[in-house]
């Protein structure tokens, strides 16, 4: 079972609990003065934690890869440090030091974002982008709803009911692409995209309901219990 924990602003309906859903992108990072290297590994291979080990038997399949660090994506499991790691095509191993399951430093199995971060996000115009509006991509006309701008560390636009693919500039070749405020007027461009941090339509639901909408604000948090009988 995994929970959801966000802290949004606007508001929220709907509460659930899913089980095995599987993780978009998780970054494994190893320890190479006692390991292989990141590079050691196979593009695309599948890589699995120790099944044998207390808290192992994860898997995923390897997008990128770097001197210390592999990125995973459709995850299934939770990774943990300490642990080793092999690769099924080259079984090449590595001992893992840490592990963050999406682009915030902070991430773990616990917590997960299904919102697309437009991260980069540049506002052009003088007017602001407003929470719930849509905005839509002028040359793909993909769309979504604004969550909310974050500015205090780095620009990220966080958006949901997204529909379409939606793309990032390239500021080094000139190719921009602009994505317009419906109500607000407001245009900007992104340079890149982060989440959703789980597979979409991965997973079992095993329970799900629908509430009253609650409006939430920066310093708030809820607790919601549950009760389910086999």
Not at 99 to 122: E, I, W, Y
Request: glycine share 8%; charged share 20%; proline share 2%.
């Amino acid at each position: 079972m995994m929970k959801e924990e966000t802290h949004l602003r606007n508001d929220f309906r709907t509460v659930g609990i899913l089980k095995d859903p599987l993780f978009a992108n998780v970054v494994l990072t190893m320890n190479t003065s006692t390991s292989n290297s990141g590079t050691s590994f196979t593009a695309g291979e599948k890589v699995t934690q120790d099944s044998n080990a207390t808290h192992g038997g994860a898997y995923g399949y390897i997008t990128s890869r770097a001197t210390g660090t592999l990125n995973l994506a459709n995850v299934y499991g939770q990774f943990h440090s300490s642990l080793r790691i092999t690769g099924a095509d080259s079984t090449k191993t590595a001992n893992v030091r840490a592990v963050t399951t999406s682009d915030k430093s902070t991430s773990n199995a616990s917590t997960f974002d299904q919102r697309l971060r437009l991260t980069g996000f540049v506002n052009t115009s003088s007017f602001a982008f407003t929470a719930d509006e849509t905005i839509k991509q002028d040359s793909t006309d993909a769309n979504g709803a604004v969550h909310f701008i974050n500015t205090s560390s780095g620009s990220v636009m966080s958006i949901t009911n997204k529909k379409g693919n939606f793309l990032a500039t390239d500021t080094a070749s000139g190719t921009f692409y602009y994505v317009r405020g419906q109500s607000s007027g407001a245009v900007g461009y992104f340079t890149d995209t982060a989440g959703p941090d789980i597979v979409p339509n991965s997973g079992e639901i095993m329970y799900i309901e629908n509430i009253s909408p609650i409006t939430r604000d920066d310093s708030q948090t809820e607790r919601i219990k549950v009760m389910i009988k086999f």
